[in-house]
């Protein structure tokens, strides 16, 4: 005798969303209590110093700004490869996400080079509160992307293989992970200029 779980892949009465969808926007909302109050400690170091630099004396603006292009861009594949589920075209659903994950990779390559610099020029966490928090928040996104780059990944390739079985509910997979794509986009986009600009 097995188990049925129900709202797997059709929206639950109550929520009208799945119990995926439901998880992952609970998960979400932990996430932006996670960087809201790194946010908030930022403001208030900030406000409560006599002195602070300006992001453009430690950090790389230009590489900032292509981190940000790759980052909307690989949103925008993301969306195009869960649209490709919604056509039943697998094909090109393993297309976008292929590029969703390489464009990850690409933005830690940029990440990895920034980091590569500060600290070849002696810019270390310890040096002062405003290396600190920029090294605390992006190496927290980083972390964040790197989790998205393996559920993509297993999306694209193990995890695939639902769709021969289950395509609606692939199809939700595909969609939640979609959703916390878009947040760790959306933090960079409050990072960059937060960090880089002001």
């Not at 490869?81 to 994950?101: C, D, I, P, R």
């Not at 996104?141 to 989790?147: D, E, F, P, R, Y």
């Not at 979609?178 to 933090?187: M, Q």
């Amino acid at each position: 005798m097995s188990a049925v779980i129900p709202y797997i892949s059709k929206p639950h009465p109550v929520t009208g969303v799945t119990n995926a969808k439901f998880g992952i926007w609970l998960f979400l909302a932990s996430e932006v209590m996670l960087f809201g109050a790194l946010f908030s400690a930022y403001i208030v170091l900030r406000v409560g110093a006599e002195t602070w630099p300006h992001g453009s004396e430690y950090l790389s603006v230009p590489w900032a700004f292509a981190n940000t292009v790759v980052l909307i861009t690989s949103s925008l594949t993301m969306v195009m490869s869960w649209a490709a589920l919604q056509m039943n075209n697998f094909a090109k659903y393993k297309k976008y996400m292929g590029a969703t994950v390489l464009l990850s990779f690409g933005f830690l390559i940029i990440k990895y080079i920034e980091y590569s610099a500060k600290f070849h020029h002696g810019y270390f966490p310890a040096n002062n509160t405003f290396l600190a928090i920029y090294f605390t928040m992006t190496g927290l996104h980083g972390l964040h992307v790197i989790g998205g780059i393996i559920v993509n990944s297993y999306l694209l390739f193990p995890g695939s293989k639902m769709w021969n079985t289950d395509p609606e509910r692939f199809a939700g997979r595909v969609e939640c992970a979609g959703l916390y794509w878009h947040f760790v986009d959306l933090v960079w986009i409050f990072l960059f200029p937060v960090l880089y600009l002001l």
